[in-house]
């Protein structure tokens, strides 16, 4: 089976040619612009942008290919683009948010998500974690049964959270093994295939009448949708085999937890939300019913085509035949990119200094990042017009996972984040975030104590 993220229309992959940008693009635009605004070049040489009218527009998308679904609640996976002013976005669009760490629930509440629609998702929940969550009225899901019993503990009488309890169909992975959730030996969820299992969540959820959710992830990048649609399947007979069980609608809502494989390969969105809809409707009809509400948690596959990086050329050389662009944007923006390239591959295109789309033959030449090891190449022997000192070069669809989770590498610093709206061929532009100093890499590196280690050792402070 051919995978989502593979162009199943053109045949073209991301190592292949690529159409070079139309001088009028989107992208094309607003690099240009960014140019002339300063935003880009010698002394700016790395930045992100997020295209807004674009985030607002997928959104749009997601909501309408659920408008015949009753009662969805569609939650943003915070992971995915962990930037207050982006979340705030989607608040304002009309999201609830996933999150899964403690900074995570903060800036889900700093951008003005309201508790009942954040849901927390993690395996690994301390017990203050739990605690601040249900007096916030969080919706929160046990990763496992050992953390229900946590919640008994916690849990206060006038508790508002929703509850939920993650399992594991365990109906196998797709072609990204790291992505696949769903597997029989996957850390997430209580695992529903092993002895017994089914019975202990089926047990638990009957002792506990104020346990209602039942939460799965089958996966997102590599997984194709009848899997993930077959995960969530099994995972709505559960609940009505729970609700059988104790003999009433105990269970009343499904957190469908993951989301769509991108396609990195083109423009193409592909999969889409209503072929989503379709699969989940294939794989039980009864699961989008309305008898139970439905959380949804979509991530990549709302703001990854939303956004791309921008990077200053700062030499070119040749090594072994091989031309090497030596680029501002590596591992350092683009980590799974340069450590699984096969899994995640990113068109590049080539700008010349002015922001406008080089038009000059193709040359097969590798794409480097500044990172010092050999390892930090973002394109490898890709064919692109050619790149000289001073050119620029743009990283598509980067909008999720990439600028926004900052590997800190060689302490290089986190690039400036933009947000452009297009508006009659005109662009402007709004700071999401500002690029990180290097004071400010020192400081987050211990600068306060810097003699810490010289002038003996007190009890370390516990702020």
């Known amino acids: 089976m051919l995978l989502p993220t593979e162009n199943q229309r053109t045949g073209r992959r991301a190592d292949q040619p690529t159409d070079q940008p139309t001088d009028d693009s989107p992208v094309a635009l607003a690099v240009r612009q960014a140019v002339t605004d300063g935003l880009l070049g010698e002394d700016r040489p790395l930045a992100g942008f997020v295209d807004v009218r674009g985030v607002r527009d997928s959104v749009a998308g997601l909501h309408e290919a659920f408008a015949q679904v ?3 609640l569609h939650t943003f996976a915070a992971k995915a683009c ?4 982006v979340l705030r976005l989607l608040a304002d669009a009309g999201m609830g948010c996933e999150v899964a760490s403690p900074g995570e629930l903060r800036l889900a509440l700093d951008a003005g998500f309201p508790p009942p629609r954040i849901v927390l998702d993690s395996p690994a929940k301390t017990r203050r974690e739990i605690r601040e969550a249900l007096a916030l009225g969080v919706a929160l899901n046990a990763d496992n049964l050992d953390e229900l019993d946590r919640i008994d ?8 959270s929703v509850l939920g309890v993650r399992v594991n169909p365990q109906v196998g992975g797709g072609s990204i093994g790291a992505m696949s959730t769903a597997t029989a030996h996957s850390k997430f969820g209580v695992a529903l295939r092993d002895p017994g299992a089914r019975t202990r969540v089926v047990e638990a959820f009957a002792r506990r009448p104020w346990l209602t ?7 997102s990048q590599g997984c194709p949708l009848p899997l993930i649609a077959e995960g969530l399947a099994q995972t709505h007979r559960l609940a009505e085999e729970i609700n059988a069980y104790v003999g009433r609608r105990q269970v009343t809502s499904l957190d469908l937890g993951g989301g ?9 969105v592909t999969p ?6 379709a699969a989940l ?18 991530g990549r596959s709302l703001i990854a085509k939303n956004g791309f990086t921008a990077a200053l050329v700062e030499y070119v050389k040749d090594a072994g035949g091989r031309r090497v662009a030596l680029t501002h944007a590596g591992g350092q923006v683009a980590t799974r990119t340069v450590f699984m390239p096969d899994d995640w591959p990113v068109r590049v295109s080539a700008y010349g200094p002015d ?9 097969r030449q590798d794409v480097a990042g500044p990172l010092c090891f050999a390892g930090d190449v973002v394109a490898h022997d890709r064919p692109l017009p050619a790149l000289s000192e001073g050119d620029l070069v743009v990283l598509h669809d980067t909008g999720g996972y990439y600028f926004s989770a900052h590997w800190s590498y060689n302490s290089l610093p986190r690039p400036a984040v933009y947000g452009y709206r297009l508006v009659d061929d005109r662009v402007t532009f709004a700071t999401i975030r500002s690029a990180q100093t290097v004071r400010e890499i020192s400081a987050e590196s211990g600068l306060a104590q810097a003699d810490a280690l010289l002038t003996g050792f007190a009890a370390p402070s516990r702020t």
Do not use: I
């Open 213 to 219: 959710r039942l939460h799965a992830h089958v996966g």
């Open 70 to 72: 009753p009662d969805v």
């Open 82 to 85: 962990s930037l207050v002013p």
């Open 260 to 268: 769509l494989p991108v396609n990195f390969a083109d423009d193409t």
């Open 281 to 298: 409707g294939a794989a039980e009809p009864a699961l989008l019913d309305g008898r139970y509400q439905v959380v949804t948690e979509f």
């Open 153 to 160: 503990e916690l849990r206060p009488e006038d508790c508002a």
């Open 272 to 277: 889409t939300y209503p072929e989503y809809v």
């Open 355 to 363: 922001g406008t789309p080089k038009r000059t033959p193709l040359v």
